[in-house]
T-cell receptor
Framework: QKEVEQDPGPLSVPEGAIVSLNCTYS??????FMWYRQYSRKGPELLMY????GNKEDGRFTAQVDKSSKYISLFIRDSQPSDSATYLC???????????FGAGTRLTVKP | DTGVSQDPRHKITKRGQNVTFRCDPI?????LYWYRQTLGQGPEFLTY????????KSRLLSDRFSAERPKGSFSTLEIQRTEQGDSAMYLC??????????????????FGDGTRLSIL
């Protein structure tokens, strides 16, 4: 079993839809949780950065962390074609030297 | 916007050759990380530096891999005697850890666009 599990998709939605992306993990010691967006042939771009459980909102993006269930989510409201990319979840222990990534979910938003 | 810069963007070489990649972090960042990403997978941590000190290298894939950050600014990742399985994207990231928290702190990492290595 991988330490971080993420459904690779692909996921295809119409423009304007609400997108839900999820990851589960096995190491209960993870404390920091990140979401990155990666366009083709580009490096990962940090979208959300959260500590411990709870919700964090930034514009159209909302990140949720449920440590009791070892489950994190990213919601994208009013999705746009420009949101089409691979979304990577990542998490780490207190010391952020070693982020563990999911495999990424490939999202396509159709106009 | 002076983000993390990596050079070259793409490197094609024959099996058995040595290759070296360069990373220039965000200028004020004191931590620098190297990751490898293969197709369809998330990045995999390799090593990191705090200023010029390499504080973690046990995750380097083999003794053919080495990294340096001699002056605490740019870093190089070298792969000797390349093999087919080394074909991947090599990503560099950097972060800023405040001096009073250098013993163990979590700050977001910002990535460059990577060097894509292709072994013929």
């Amino acid at each position: 079993q991988k330490e971080v599990e993420q459904d690779p998709g692909p996921l295809s939605v119409p423009e304007g839809a609400i997108v839900s992306l999820n990851c589960t993990y096995s190491n209960s010691a993870f404390q920091y949780f990140m979401w990155y967006r990666q366009y083709s042939r580009k490096g990962p771009e940090l979208l959300m950065y959260t500590y411990s459980s709870g919700n964090k909102e930034d514009g159209r993006f909302t990140a949720q962390v449920d440590k009791s269930s070892k489950y994190i989510s990213l919601f994208i409201r009013d999705s746009q074609p420009s949101d089409s990319a691979t979304y990577l979840c990542a998490m780490s222990l207190y010391n952020n030297n070693d982020m563990r990534f999911g495999a990424g979910t490939r999202l396509t938003v159709k106009p | 916007d002076t983000g993390v810069s990596q050079d070259p963007r793409h490197k094609i070489t024959k099996r058995g050759q040595n290759v070296t990649f360069r990373c220039d972090p965000i200028s004020e960042h004191n931590r620098l990380y190297w990751y490898r990403q293969t197709l369809g997978q998330g990045p995999e941590f390799l090593t990191y530096f705090q200023n010029e000190a390499q504080l973690e290298k046990s995750r380097l894939l083999s003794d053919r891999f080495s990294a340096e950050r001699p002056k605490g600014s740019f870093s190089t990742l070298e792969i000797q005697r390349t093999e087919q399985g080394d074909s991947a994207m090599y990503l560099c990231a950097s972060s800023l850890v405040p001096p009073d928290r250098e013993g163990g702190s979590n700050q977001p990492q910002h990535f460059g666009d990577g060097t894509r290595l292709s072994i013929l």
